[in-house]
């Protein structure tokens, strides 16, 4: 397996441009989620999935689109890039949104804009 | 979800036992305790997860106190591949995960 997988590594972005960040897991699993990072904080919760066509915010939601047209797919789209946008983003996955199951995390994404 | 407090830095001597503390005084009947660790800017990994009962897996063990007010987990024999940024979470559900700062746990030779 390759577990959760994301893509592109990095990004540079001017303000207002849009983008898609991907994210993929081959693992079968239901709940799906994104998250940022900022320097030297924790990982807040962006938006989430707990099922393909279903979709709901987290923390974070503002500026941020998402979709799940299927199970191993979960792309965030960035509508009209900020310079606080910048950030890390990392996609997770679980078998489950239940409390019983791990999150397995994504290598990240380092999204900067200028 | 209940909130978690963790110490910002601790150090550890290579080979030694690492615990690492967690207090979640306001954990609720249904929340799991769980750990997961990040190396420099890797994704977060899971270590470890439990709900009253002590746990052990390869990499760790996690110990709950009878209260389920804090817990520790747990490094039998740190390594420098250790040195890491530690999160306690409390979570009822994937999409209820918060993490805080965590604790920077230094793993020296």
């Known amino acids: 397996n390759a577990g959760v997988t994301q893509t592109p590594k990095f990004q540079v972005l001017k303000t207002g441009q849009s983008m898609t960040l991907q994210c993929a897991q081959d693992m079968n699993h239901e709940y799906m989620s994104w998250y940022r990072q900022d320097p030297g904080m924790g990982l807040r919760l962006i938006h989430y999935?707990?099922?393909?066509?279903?979709?709901d915010q987290g923390e974070v939601p503002n500026g941020y689109n998402v979709s799940r047209s299927t199970t191993e797919d979960f792309p965030l789209r960035l509508l009209s890039a900020a310079p606080s946008q910048t950030s890390v983003y990392f996609c997770a996955s679980s078998y489950s949104p239940s409390e019983r199951y791990e999150q397995f995390f994504g290598p990240g994404t380092r999204l900067t804009v200028l | 979800d209940a909130k978690t407090t963790q110490p910002p830095s601790m150090d550890c001597a290579e080979g030694r036992a690492a615990n690492l503390p967690c207090n979640h005084s306001?954990?609720?009947?249904?929340?799991?305790v769980y750990w997961y660790r990040q190396i420099h800017s890797q994704g977060p990994q899971y270590i470890i997860h439990g709900l009253k009962n002590n746990e052990t897996n390869e990499m760790a063990s996690l110990i709950i106190t009878e209260d389920r007010k804090s817990s520790t987990l747990i490094l039998p024999h740190a390594t420098l591949r250790d040195t890491a940024v530690y999160y306690c979470?409390?979570?009822?559900?994937?999409?209820?995960?918060?993490f805080g700062a965590g604790t920077r746990l230094f793993v020296k030779a």
């Open positions: 979470i409390v979570a009822a559900g994937g999409f209820k995960t918060i």
């Open positions: 306001t954990i609720s009947g249904n929340e799991y």
């Open positions: 999935s707990v099922g393909a066509g279903i979709t």
